[in-house]
Each structure stands twice: as structure tokens, then as C-alpha cells.
């Protein structure tokens, strides 16, 4: 299982910013897929997950109404749009593979920053 994010930067507080995930090695559309993230000092943080055909979605209150979350699988890539930003977003964002209730494999991670 390979996972590579990328689209991660610094951007001003109330910028929007688009993060996606390259995957291979495994069957990307027979899964669900999700987002995470891990602020400086902080545990990592569950973000949002989408179903395998990508017809279902989640959100966790910090980021719903702001961020969404897609999947392209003939691409076999998964997608973050992220609007409305604020500083407490910045955090390396990573892209993980969601089997059996729990996230199995994660990429190397996207370093976020929110800052004027």
C-alpha cells in the first residue's frame, strides 16, 4: 500500500487550499478512504472519510461546512478541498485507508500552514 499526499503549503487565514492523495498498490476503489491530521503537540485528529464509491461522506465538526472531502477512482486519488481557513487548521494532513473501522495505512503526510 502506497499513499503520497501532496498540495499542502502556507496559506493566509481564511485561504482555501486543495490536498491530494495518490494511491497505489491496493485496490483504491473497494475502500473507504479518510483524512487526518497532527497539530504541533497535539495526538493526530480525524478529519473526514468517504465511502468507496464516493457517495458517502463524514465530517467531524471542526472542519464540516468547510472542508470536503472527494475521491476520483480512476485516478485512484483522494482529494481535501479546505476553505475558510484558520490557523488552528495548521497541521500535517495525512490521507489513510479506512478497513474495519480503523485506519490501516497512512501516507508520509502534507505540512499545512495557516498563518498571515
Known amino acids: 500500500v502506497q499513499l503520497v499526499e501532496s498540495g499542502g503549503g502556507m496559506v493566509q487565514p481564511g485561504g482555501s487550499l486543495r490536498l491530494s492523495c495518490a494511491a497505489s498498490e491496493f485496490a483504491f476503489s473497494s475502500y473507504p478512504m479518510s483524512w487526518a491530521r497532527q497539530a504541533p503537540g497535539k495526538g493526530p485528529e480525524w478529519l473526514s472519510s468517504?465511502?468507496?464509491?464516493?457517495?458517502?461522506?463524514y465530517y467531524s465538526d471542526s472542519v464540516k461546512g468547510r472542508f470536503t472531502i472527494s475521491r476520483d477512482n480512476a485516478k485512484n486519488t483522494l482529494y481535501l478541498q479546505m476553505n475558510a481557513l484558520v490557523p488552528e487548521d495548521t497541521a500535517v494532513y495525512y490521507c489513510?485507508?479506512?478497513?474495519?473501522?480503523?485506519?490501516?495505512?497512512w501516507g508520509q503526510g502534507t505540512q499545512v500552514i495557516v498563518s498571515s
Open positions: 489513510a485507508r479506512w478497513l474495519t473501522g480503523a485506519l490501516d495505512y
Open positions: 468517504i465511502s468507496s464509491p464516493g457517495d458517502i461522506t
